[in-house]
């Protein structure tokens, strides 16, 4: 399972500093999994941006959708009728994911809002353990698995 964080409410706040109107698109796999990026935490993270906007005086019209998989293309169909009435699309889902959404939808900027950690393990709730770096020289034949 891929595992991932959230990144930075400021940073999170200063990707969207320019725009209105953003789509953000939660996971509902491995970042929902691990509570960083499924529907539960698209809805958080609109109402946390909504409010600081709204502070700051510079209000933002947030839409929430997550699909089942950001990683597989057949999934995005899901969001090509909405795409459209959004300036940007920010994604709560891994670096693959938010390449797909960038080819899938290649004159909106897409933004991450999560940052991919490693693929881990769940031992325990809330509790991951990295068991992979994606090093592309897997050694796991030559260490016994460890």
Request: glycine share 8%; hydrophobic share 40%.
């Amino acid at each position: 399972m891929i595992v991932a964080e959230r990144k930075p409410f400021e940073e999170i706040k200063d990707l969207l500093k320019g725009y209105k109107k953003v789509l953000n698109v939660g996971c509902g796999t491995c970042v929902a999994v691990c509570l960083t990026g499924g529907e539960k935490e698209v809805d958080v993270l609109n109402a946390e941006l909504d409010m600081a906007r709204k502070l700051d005086e510079n209000p933002i019209e947030m839409g929430a959708f997550t699909i089942e998989r950001q990683c597989d293309r057949e999934y995005l169909e899901a969001l090509d009728d909405m795409v459209d009435d959004y300036e940007a699309i920010l994604s709560m889902a891994c670096g693959a994911g938010i390449q797909f959404l960038a080819e899938r939808f290649p004159n909106k900027p897409v933004l991450p809002a999560v940052d991919t950690t490693f693929i881990g393990v769940n031992q325990d709730v809330g509790w991951y353990e990295e068991r992979c770096r994606s090093c592309s020289s897997c050694v796991l034949g030559w260490t016994g698995g460890i």
